[in-house]
């Protein structure tokens, strides 16, 4: 596992608000929408996403390998009624069997895993025939942004609990198996630098 900033939970909980209230709220609840049926959250985090399950959700699971995070989320779920599982497990290693899910979702964690491909490829597994990947990310950018990314991705993953901003996670998802269309990319945003553009919408498994 990679460095873990044992103070980057409690900074991101201070500071995430700012950028909900900015952007981020508008978007975790476009991303959410696209959720139906058996939901699995994929590095939760805090729980933020919590908030917007949908009705179409019929019931949630997450995974989160930070113990101050599961604690955060549970104590969110509880405050606002949301019946959820939050487990210990990484992306790489879903603790859940095959086909258990309708809907797996991704929210500002695919820059953090170890493994991309092998976290997608565990999403595949877990994912029922007929499932979506929910996603909302940061994503790495064109020109200058993304050299800008590439320079400062070092020092950024180390202050940032294992980030990397300049992942290119589309064409992740593209080569796990993953049909792009419903991806939208969005360009320009409040979120500063290194944390920008962002990825949002649902995937599904190529036939």
């Not at 990679?2 to 476009?30: A, C, I, Q, T």
């Not at 994929?42 to 019931?59: E, K, N």
């Not at 565990?122 to 025939?129: C, G, K, Q, T």
Request: with cysteine.
């Amino acid at each position: 596992m990679k460095h873990r900033n044992p103070l980057f939970p409690y900074v991101y909980r201070l500071g995430m608000p700012v950028f909900d209230r900015l952007f981020y709220r508008r978007y975790r609840r476009e991303a959410m929408s696209h959720a139906t049926g058996r939901l699995l959250m994929v590095g939760v985090g805090p729980g933020t996403d919590l908030l917007f399950v949908p009705d179409a959700v019929t019931s949630v699971a997450a995974v989160e390998p930070d113990a101050a995070m599961r604690r955060m989320a549970g104590a969110l779920a509880r405050r606002h009624g949301v019946d959820v599982d939050v487990v210990n497990g990484v992306g790489e290693s879903i603790p859940f069997p095959d086909n258990s899910f309708d809907s797996v979702h991704v929210g500002l964690v695919l820059c953090s895993v170890d493994d991309v491909a092998a976290t997608l490829n565990e999403i595949r597994r877990v994912l029922a025939p007929g499932g979506r990947l929910v996603v909302l990310e940061h994503v790495r950018g064109d020109g200058l942004m993304g050299r800008f990314q590439d320079l400062i991705a070092g020092p950024w993953s180390w202050l940032a609990s294992g980030c990397e901003p300049n992942r290119r996670i589309v064409d992740a998802i593209a080569a796990a198996g993953f049909d792009v269309e419903g991806l939208r990319s969005i360009r320009r945003t409040l979120v500063p630098p290194p944390c920008t553009p962002h990825l949002l919408g649902a995937a599904t498994i190529r036939r």
